[in-house]
């Protein structure tokens, strides 16, 4: 069986797919929409629903420092929340529409690397929305702590930067591919 079956030149050219390779990237593409529905509400959700004592535990306060959280902090907790996740969510959702391209066997259609580059945004963003989202938790928890224990927090962790190195690569990845593909549509011109 041929590798590759030319249907059209560039971002048009199909090549063939294994069958569970087609599978495993359709599966992918499942996975990446269910996340990108799953993860913003279940953060939200976590937020509406936090035991007190698991909330002082996070910001390292006992009950007599910050008796209860009420539900306008509960309500600017999930909100904090839902701004951290929501990019990484729409760069799952964009990761669809690649791992589709790549499962039709087309990893060079314009398209499938335009989601992969928004994806790789969408990593981005959500890494530059942790850097500001624990400081606002941190403000949001504290906000009936009582008086002098109220807390700023600033945190740069592993996480974050990994999460950032992580969409910095699949940026460099997408832009070559983009590269390529320009490159294979001006070769074929001259065949």
């Known amino acids: 069986m041929s590798e590759a079956m030319e249907t059209g030149f560039g971002s048009d050219r199909v ?18 929409v269910t996340l990108a529905t799953l993860l913003p509400m279940g953060a939200a ?12 535990n996070i910001v390292g306060l006992g009950p007599e420092l910050l008796p209860d959280i009420t539900m306008g902090q509960r309500i600017a907790a999930a909100v904090v929340a839902l701004l951290t996740t929501l990019p990484m969510a729409w760069g799952f959702a964009r990761l669809r529409i ?20 928004d994806f790789a945004m969408g990593g981005m963003l959500a890494a530059l929305a942790l850097l500001v989202s624990h400081t606002l938790m941190g403000l949001v928890l504290t ?8 807390q700023l927090i ?7 930067l990994l999460l950032a190195m992580f969409a910095g690569t699949i940026a460099a990845l997408a832009w070559a591919m983009e590269k390529a ?8 011109q001259f065949i």
């Open 15 to 32: 090549i063939h797919v294994a069958p569970r390779m087609a599978l495993l990237f359709n599966g992918l593409s499942i996975a990446a």
């Open 45 to 56: 959700l976590y937020w509406l629903f936090i035991d007190p004592a698991e909330a002082r």
């Open 98 to 117: 690649c791992l589709r391209s790549f499962a039709a066997g087309r990893p060079f259609a314009s398209e499938g690397i335009a989601g992969l580059r």
């Open 143 to 150: 906000w009936t702590a009582a008086e002098g224990h109220r």
């Open 154 to 160: 600033v945190l740069i962790d592993s996480d974050m």
């Open 181 to 188: 593909a320009a490159i294979a549509e001006e070769n074929s």
